[in-house]
């Protein structure tokens, strides 16, 4: 842990990140510590946020609107990507850390700082992908981790923070530990940490139960330009804009709930209950539409290098070479996936029922029609048969001259 003058701090306006401030200055002779808190559409007062840092004793509070580059940069590649960390999770919480840590690097080099520094634990994720992105942006600059290191309980931050003038939480905490972004939320900790437990519908807030969704199926069109979502039932709407309305839509007909046990980059499993109603329905349609506009061979390539890529990000390598590299094969896999996915929305399903594109999709009616204007060459499957089989039936002589 290297000492430093001044610090950018990554800033939530909770317990661990306010003691953070006193605790930089106090016990890590840190001399200056400004705060930084991202909104990335989870709705919170960031006014509040931005002045209790001030109380905490910041010499500065920057607050960044964040929420477009958040889904032009971050959310739509990993829809063109199809991102489901191991297959399930669209990384709605991952994706978020590369951006607050460039935005953090940005501000250290604005101001003069030595260092940045967050309030991630030493068993998260998080810890990892932000130490790795300020690594890799800017090397020189220093990362403090108080929470990592102090080796105090909550109830002993609490106490640490009362006794430097931040007052303790007012009501009684829950005890689950929460995410939140544009993109989904994640719900952890408490009783959720027995993955045998199930979760209580309390913890829910963008999404129905299917008890509650409505009995009435639900049909939304999904148009994309490029591997892009772009439009909703034929309207065009800005990439926030369209975020948000798919999170109306596919929440209030309770799909987008995951519980899964997932393997964190430390090497632990941890069950984690996500919220993602809008990015698992657009990862959906955007699927389905690849299936139609991309040719057999390199659609199988690309569903390889998906799971590669949501490993990375996952992983905390957004900046990373490989990651990089990859982003060149999706972004030209991209050029030809136009057109729309229809999906009908019922009781926390989503289900496919239509998908056309008018300029490049490589299904031929005339090749694939059993009807009277067929085109194929049935006679051509003989020698085709022929030729493809040839090696197992060789093998398949051989062994049966073996004794």
């Not at 990140?17 to 002779?29: D, N, R």
């Not at 130490?131 to 931050?157: C, F, H, N, Y």
């Not at 209030?252 to 209950?273: C, P, Q, T, W």
């Not at 059993?370 to 090696?391: M, N, R, S, T």
């Amino acid at each position: 842990m290297g000492r430093a003058k001044k610090a950018v701090l990554a800033y939530s306006g909770g317990v661990d990140t306010s003691v953070c401030i006193p605790y930089l200055k106090q016990e890590w002779g840190v001399e200056e510590v400004i705060t930084f808190a991202a909104d990335l559409g989870q709705g919170d007062e960031l006014e509040a946020i931005r002045q209790k840092a001030l109380d905490s004793g910041a010499s500065q509070s920057i607050v960044g609107d964040l929420i477009e580059p958040f889904i032009t940069e971050f959310a739509f590649p990993a829809i063109r990507a199809n991102a489901l960390y191991e297959g399930r999770y669209p990384l709605s919480t991952a994706l978020a850390r590369p951006l607050i840590a460039r935005r953090l690097v940005e501000i250290a080099r604005e101001v003069g700082a030595d260092a940045v520094a967050h309030g991630c634990t030493g068993k998260g994720n998080d810890q990892v992908r932000f130490d790795v992105a300020i690594g890799a942006l800017a090397p020189d600059l220093k990362v403090l981790t108080p929470a990592r290191e102090w080796g105090m309980s909550r109830e002993q931050t609490i106490a640490y923070g009362e006794r430097c003038g931040i007052p303790s939480p007012v009501s009684k905490k829950s005890p689950y530990s929460i995410d939140l972004n544009l993109l989904g939320r994640s719900i952890e900790a408490g009783p959720l940490e027995d993955p045998n437990v199930e979760p209580p519908e309390e913890i829910y807030a963008m999404t129905v139960s299917v008890e509650a969704a409505p009995d009435q199926a639900q049909s939304v069109e999904i148009g994309f330009e490029q591997g892009n979502p772009v439009s909703i039932d034929g309207l065009r709407l800005d990439p926030v804009s369209l975020i948000r309305q798919a999170n109306a839509l596919a929440g209030s007909h309770g799909f987008g709930r995951l519980d899964m046990v997932e393997n964190r980059v430390v090497g632990i499993k941890s069950r984690e209950i996500y919220e993602t109603p809008g990015l698992l329905l657009l990862i959906k349609a955007h699927q389905e539409l690849e299936s139609l506009t991309l040719a057999a061979d390199v659609l199988r390539t690309k569903r390889q290098l998906e799971q590669q890529w949501a490993d990375l990000v996952y992983q905390g390598l957004w900046y990373g070479p490989l990651k990089d590299a990859l982003d060149g094969f999706m972004d030209r896999t991209q050029q030809t996936v136009n057109g729309t996915v229809r999906l009908k929305l019922h009781k926390g399903n989503a289900t496919v029922v239509g998908r056309s594109s008018a300029s490049h999709s490589l299904f031929v009616h005339d090749m694939a029609t059993y009807g009277a204007e067929d085109q194929f060459d049935h006679k051509a499957a003989e020698g085709f048969i022929y030729v493809w089989g040839l090696p197992t039936r060789l093998w398949a002589a051989n062994q049966r001259r073996r004794p």
